[in-house]
C-alpha cells in the first residue's frame, strides 16, 4: 500500500530525510522555487524565476522546529505561498 504524499502540490521526502540534516530543494512549475535547510530547525525560503537559490532574491522564509509538528507546519505553509500565486 502506498503511503500518502506529504503535499498537495510538492513531491517532497518524509520528515527522516531532515533529520538527517538534508537540504532539499524543489520548484512547481518553472517559477516557483523553494529550499528546505535542515539544521537545528527546517528553515524554508521562497524565490520566483528561472536562478538559483544562491544568486535569487529571496521573497519569502520561516523558520520551524525539526520534529513532525514544525513539519506539518512547513508544508502547510509552502502550500499557502503557492496558493497566494494562483
Known amino acids: 500500500m502506498a ?13 527522516y530525510y531532515f533529520e538527517s540534516h538534508n537540504d532539499f530543494t524543489g ?3 518553472q517559477i516557483f522555487n523553494y529550499k528546505i ?13 528561472m536562478i538559483c537559490s544562491d ?11 525539526l520534529d513532525q509538528s514544525g513539519f506539518e507546519d512547513m508544508i502547510k505553509w509552502l502550500e499557502k505561498q503557492y496558493e497566494s500565486t494562483l
Open 37 to 49: 535547510k535542515s539544521g537545528d530547525t527546517l528553515k524554508i525560503q521562497i524565490w520566483h524565476g
Open 55 to 65: 544568486k535569487a532574491d529571496i521573497e519569502n522564509e520561516s523558520e520551524f522546529p
Open 27 to 29: 520548484s512547481k512549475g
Open 3 to 15: 503511503s500518502k504524499p506529504v503535499s498537495e502540490y510538492f513531491d517532497i521526502p518524509r520528515l
